[in-house]
């Protein structure tokens, strides 16, 4: 047994041991530890629950994972590249609308991640409306990536139009929301 596994034990024991002076029975609970043993720790005076911290290896194993810690690693870089995505959004002007639409997003997330940005007001309130002929270009360069998934329409449109997706989102709304009801 490794060093780190020999401290490990011995944090968890002593964690158990704290418990027992608490009363927080869900460490027994966790470790399904018996009532006989939780009586017989409960009897342990300082220096021989110092021993039997000492001696924890002997009784604690430690393991670890490492297939699932690099499967958990993985959901998490995934999760950053999904709040990475989400950021670009918020810094593009994309409204709480089309927030909640790509990312499933809360109004108080929303108002919470742009104060995060220190976007609290740049973007806030109704966009200017585009002309008739922005919304059509808007309308045919939506229509033309039509192959790509929605997050990726967007951020294209905002890069070739030069626009704000707040300006995207608001000529474009109706008429993707239309689409929406037609394939429902």
Known sequence: ??????????AAIKKILNSLNKCHSEDFTDYAIPDRLI????????TQQEMFVERAARYFTFKLDVP??????EL???LREERQIEDIFLVQGAPLKLMR?????HASEFSRRRDALCLKHSGSG????CDEKTDHYLWHL???????????????LAE?????LHNIWNSLRVHIESNDNKIT
Request: net charge negative; glycine share 6%.
């Open 126 to 129: 109704r966009p200017m409306l």
């Open 68 to 73: 699932e810690m690099d499967r958990q690693l």
């Open 142 to 156: 939506w229509e033309a990536y039509g192959e790509m998934n929605e997050h990726e329409r967007f951020l294209t």
């Open 101 to 105: 639409r790509l990312f499933g997003m």
């Open 76 to 78: 998490i870089d995934k």
């Open 160 to 164: 070739e139009s030069g626009l704000n």
């Open 1 to 10: 047994m490794t060093k780190l596994e020999e401290k490990v034990c011995r």
């Open 39 to 46: 009586d017989k720790l409960s009897e342990l005076s300082f």
